[in-house]
């Protein structure tokens, strides 16, 4: 069976989801002037700088309360009725990059003011406002991660539209960041012998994986999934033989030239380095699984040189091999690919101490394409986006089981 005819037979299975575009923001009634508009906002910042002023002289009189709700007021006030939700998000947002304390308690204040139906219109206004380095640094503040919650949440309220869900993406409370190095686009590096052997291995895993998820999606062979156990199919343990066969595959070539590196970042606040290690190293299925992976076979923990297998149900599906290494002492673990995995790579991940009560995780990955094949195929793949979603998502698992 060869990888056309599998994604063929699987593109039948799925039939593509209509998406209706999101109506645009509503206005009010009439917008206000440039005139109203710079006068009414001068009043608000002068009214909520005497209002802190006081607070910052006395211990006495105006409370913070009062505060965040003079300007939410204001706030409400300025627009409602005058403009559109954008600007309400807008200003939401210059207001927290600039002081993220107030923004976290404006905007706790706000929302409840507004219509139901305007508030997820007023959380993408502020999260389109600010750039990824913006989302990034306002999550290094307790503050900064409270806000950015609030707004996620309001995002994926009810009713959730293509645009909602990509800006929710955006934005990461732990201030996931990654920058990947050169060459940013895929490069294949071996002789003609090693790439074809390569390009070889990922075809029969890849026909593999395939011949055991059509049975499981297709609609005639449903109801025998109680005499056969689709989701098992083949055994862990012919899993287990194929993987020991398998060799690991390092990166070939120089950094920089050949080979690709990117070093991913994320914070883990209310956890130590040697809880957040023992988290990733004992709950594989939770962190991979954020990430759309299942691992095969099936363990409750990560064991020095243990080989797994990644199973990705997407379109085209796949299978990962990868070998384990651990360093406790170092709290580090390392993923080596092995052979038939679409990149030949090493991933690192260092948990240490970040001085504010919380864990700095880096992930220090080296990679490239391991044949031919994946060269031309990355774009229509989408290989390296997937993997930085992966990640991402595997990140952002390890901080909510530290911050819920």
Known sequence: MSIISISHALHKLYKPQEHKPKPPPRPCRRPPSTVERNSQIGEMSMRAG???????RTNKGISAGEVRATTADQIGRLYCGKATTDDVGKELAELSVNNPAQGRATIEAT??????????????????????????KLATTPDGRALLQRVKQELLAGKVHDDERHDADRIQPNGFSFEVGEPRSLQAAGNAQQLAAQAGQMIALTDMVASTLIPKLHPSVRLMS??????????????????????????????GKEVTTTIYTSTIPNATPQEAYDYFVNNPGEWFGAGGLKVRPETDALKDGGRYMLEDAGVPPAWLPI???????????????LDGHPLRGEQTFTFTDNGQDGVTLTQDARFQASSGLVVLGQRRLGVLDKQHEVWRDGHRRVYEHFNP
Do not use: Y
């Open 323 to 337: 070998e384990v290494r651990l360093n406790p002492q170092a709290h580090q673990v390392t993923i080596n690919t």
């Open 226 to 255: 109680k005499l056969h156990p689709w989701d098992h199919l083949p055994l862990d343990a012919l899993v287990s033989t194929q993987l020991n066969a398998l060799s690991t595959n390092p990166p070939i070539g120089v950094d």
């Open 50 to 56: 005497l209002l802190q002023a006081r607070i910052e």
């Open 111 to 136: 929302m409840p003011r507004l219509a139901e139906a305007d508030r997820d219109e007023v959380a993408q206004s502020f999260t389109q406002r600010l750039s990824d380095k913006q989302l990034q």
